[in-house]
Each structure stands twice: as C-alpha cells, then as structure tokens.
C-alpha cells in the first residue's frame, strides 16, 4: 500500500516547527478560509469547525494525501479574541484580559482526501492572566509583535511575562502553541 502524502494546512511558523517534532515529511498549504464566528458559535465549536473547513478545502484540490489542519481561538468573559493583526488591537486584547481567566481551545483535524473521512480532537486551556501595566502591554506587543496569535498570546513568550497562574491539564503545551500534538498523535494511532 502507497503511503500517502501529509499535508499540514497552515502557514503558520509554530505549526510547522510542531509538526516536524514528529519526524514527518510533509508540505504547507494555506486554507485560507474565511474565519468568522458564527451567530453565536462557542469557542470550541468554532475551533473545532474551523480545523475541519480548513481540512475540507485543501482536500478539494489535493489528492491522494492526508490534511492535517488546526485552529485556535481564546475566549475571555465570554468574548472570543481572534487574531489581533495589529498594534492597536494587542494592546486592546491585552488590557482587556488583564488580571482575569482566559480560555484557550486548539483544535486538530486528521482528513483523508480521497474518502473525506477524518477524526478530530480539541485540546483545552485555562490561564489566568497577570494584571498588567499598560508598559508592560506595550513592551511585550512591541518586543512580540503577537499580531498573529489569538489573543494576542504567544505562549512561548507570554508564560514569563503574562501568566500568573496555568495548570496544564491536557499535560500538552504544544496545543497552546497551536497544534496539539499528544491529540494528533491519539489520531494517528502513533
């Protein structure tokens, strides 16, 4: 039986270094999707759904491959914060959290593109935010650029500088990267 083909959909850096962790060859492919929230979509449900779409429209034009795909979103006192894309938009993300409990949802699809089948997982988070100075936003937003990164958390540095209080309940820090690798691995079978 031919192996077939991985194929990460995403662009993102972090993705990318996650994946190759697990000694895979693969390639990128952007989804590129449109991800909005839905009327009033939950922030799990909206993770989980936009791994899925992601998958979905990349096995639409490949063949003969396995997707895997992944989404985050962060929700905060029943707000969900996407991507800030900007400045202005981190540091309002981030005096908004200031001092409070976030949630984090990463969720991963495995699909097949020949039969369209596929399995996914979410991983979840819950960390508590230090209160912040609006120095300290601005530092860590200009010294970060976190402009990609739900909520304008990017683990890898804000677990020093914005978190007081993180249990890691999943026991996978890799999800809150951006691709939770102990639930991808469950799929795989590996």
Known sequence: MKKKKI????????????????????TCVAPNIDESRLLNEEPENMSSRLAIEKAKKICSSEKD????????????????LGKPLNKETSIEYLKFISGKNIFFYTSVCVMDSETKEF??????????????????I????????PFNSS???????AKDIL???FVDIENDISGL???PLV?????LDI
């Open 7 to 26: 194929i990460l959909g995403s662009s993102s850096q972090y993705r990318k270094s996650l994946l190759s962790t697990l000694g895979f060859d693969f």
């Open 65 to 80: 491959c396995l997707v895997i795909s992944s989404d985050s979103c962060a929700s905060c006192d029943g707000r969900i």
């Open 119 to 136: 399995k996914s997982d979410s991983a979840k988070y819950k960390i508590k935010i230090k209160k912040l100075e609006l120095k300290d």
């Open 138 to 145: 601005i530092n860590y937003v200009e010294e970060h650029k």
């Open 151 to 157: 909520a304008a958390f990017r683990y890898e540095v």
């Open 163 to 165: 978190i007081e209080d």
């Open 177 to 179: 990267i951006g691709l």
């Open 183 to 187: 639930k991808l691995k469950k799929i």
